[in-house]
């Protein structure tokens, strides 16, 4: 398998501008994360799925942020629209419960709102 | 509250000496904690866990102790080298093990 898939890696926009993260999980895996890095916070979890439905979207910092998984193999993350406090690192990862519980990260989105 | 290791130390080790890396939870619910390293430009990699039933697990040059009276966990790397360069977390699943919350991290620079 390729691991999980993120794409772009890199992304440069500007501020108002709606911006969508892509994801596709490790094929088998039923969790799939989405967080945000940054120097000031650290590590950040923003929402989780398990097969395709949302458990968990308490990281999620404002409305302005929505996150889909249509099917097991994709999910996004939307920001719409972007501020350039929305500047960060966003990684997915993914899981698959039945067989342990660590979670395989992407490369990582390198979001810049200017 | 849900914090993991809040504070971010920088490690410097001389190549082939052992490492210590600790980090402090909060969460005396947590029963699952799992060690990322993270190298530059890449998303974080698992290293090692443990569950909370456990003290201590070893797995290739890599030890992870558990004090759940001190809510302390830390990692040992022996004979370091310059490859394990990198940022290394400590993280807790919480609510079950799907939620896994992580901490700030510390950076390890190993010197040739």
């Known amino acids: 398998d390729a691991g999980v898939i993120q794409s772009p890696r890199h992304e440069v926009t500007e501020m108002g501008q709606e911006v969508t993260l892509r994801c596709k999980p490790i094929?088998?895996?039923?969790?799939l994360f989405w967080y945000r890095q940054t120097m000031m916070r650290g590590l950040e979890l923003l929402i989780y799925?398990?097969?395709?439905?949302?458990?968990?979207d308490s990281g999620m910092p404002e409305d302005r942020f929505s996150a889909k998984m249509p099917n097991a193999s994709f999910s996004t993350l939307k920001i719409q629209p972007s501020e350039p406090r929305d500047s960060a690192v966003y990684f997915c990862a993914s899981s698959d419960r039945m067989l342990n519980t660590e979670a395989f990260f992407g490369q990582g989105t390198r979001l810049t709102v200017v | 509250g849900e914090s993991v290791g809040l504070h971010l130390p920088t490690l410097s080790v001389q190549e082939g000496d052992n490492s210590i890396i600790n980090c402090a939870y909060s969460?005396?619910?947590?029963?699952?904690f799992i060690w990322y390293k993270q190298e530059s430009g890449k998303g974080p990699q698992f290293i090692i866990d443990i569950r909370s039933n456990m003290d201590k697990r070893q797995g290739q040059r890599v030890t992870v102790l558990l004090n759940k009276t001190v809510k302390h966990l830390s990692l040992q790397i022996a004979a370091t080298q310059p490859g394990d360069s990198a940022v290394y977390f400590c993280?807790?699943?919480?609510?079950?093990?799907?939620?896994?919350?992580f901490g700030a991290g510390t950076r390890l620079f190993v010197k040739a």
């Open positions: 799925f398990n097969n395709n439905v949302p458990i968990d």
């Open positions: 993280a807790e699943n919480i609510g079950g093990g799907f939620k896994t919350i």
């Open positions: 094929s088998g895996h039923d969790y």
């Open positions: 969460n005396s619910a947590s029963d699952y």
